[in-house]
């Protein structure tokens, strides 16, 4: 084949592979219904009361009635998200939970948290996609506008100051903060 042929071929199959869906048609269409639901059902109820847990409940989450959101945060895929009771999901957090995403007990997100729970191997021309995994401890709290990276866990009772960017995980009871976050200093309750 000459030169022109075989690049025409390997451009083929990169688009080929580019092509490739990393979901299921059921992932496409779940996301799809979730979407209506957000955008109509989701937008008008009440925080308070637990019908948009039960809502979550209705597209696979697992989480407590008394886990709260609000009417613009928003959850990338609710199957994914497991959350404990009296957990709150600030406005405008976003949960870009492609891989699971663990929420514990009297945990707070305030508003415009990213959680991001996928990337992409970049070592490979395809980019192929990797979904990937973050635990959030009970009784944390994730202030305004952090962001916590793929496969990040944040351990129990830990505080995640406004603005940080977390690439690595973050021990128990600890305050860190900053890009790339680092520790602040030991949370000491009275
Ligand atoms: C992280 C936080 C809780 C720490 O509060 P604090 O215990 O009172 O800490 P201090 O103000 O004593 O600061 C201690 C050190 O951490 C630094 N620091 C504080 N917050 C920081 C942040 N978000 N990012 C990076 N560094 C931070 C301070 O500059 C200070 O550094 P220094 O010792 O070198 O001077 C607080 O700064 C914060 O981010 N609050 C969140 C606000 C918010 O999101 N509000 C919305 C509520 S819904």
Redesign the pocket.
């Known amino acids: 084949m000459s030169s022109g042929g075989a690049l025409a071929g390997s451009s083929r199959n990169q688009r080929r592979l580019f092509r490739r869906r990393p979901y299921s048609i059921w992932n496409y269409i779940g996301r799809l219904l979730w979407k209506i639901t957000w955008y109509t059902i989701w937008k008008v109820v009440s925080r308070r009361g637990p019908i948009r847990a039960c809502l979550l409940k209705c597209f696979g989450a697992r989480v407590s009635w008394m886990t709260g959101a609000f009417a613009d945060t928003w959850i990338e895929m609710p199957w994914n998200l497991t959350a404990g009771s009296h957990c709150l999901l600030?406005p405008r957090v976003h949960l870009y939970n492609l891989g699971k995403v663990q929420i514990g007990s009297h945990s707070v997100l305030?508003?415009d948290v990213y959680v991001c729970g996928g990337t992409h191997d970049y070592t490979s021309a395809e980019m192929p996609l990797i979904k990937t995994q973050n635990i959030i401890g009970n009784n944390v709290w994730v202030?305004?506008g952090a962001f916590i990276g793929p496969g990040v866990t944040i351990g129990d009772g830990a505080?995640v100051?406004?603005?940080?960017v977390v690439v690595k995980d973050v021990e128990p009871w600890t305050?860190v903060?900053?890009n790339p976050a680092r520790l602040?200093?030991k949370r000491e309750m009275r």
């Open positions: 600030g305030s508003q202030a305004a505080v100051g406004a603005r940080a305050v903060g900053g602040i200093k």
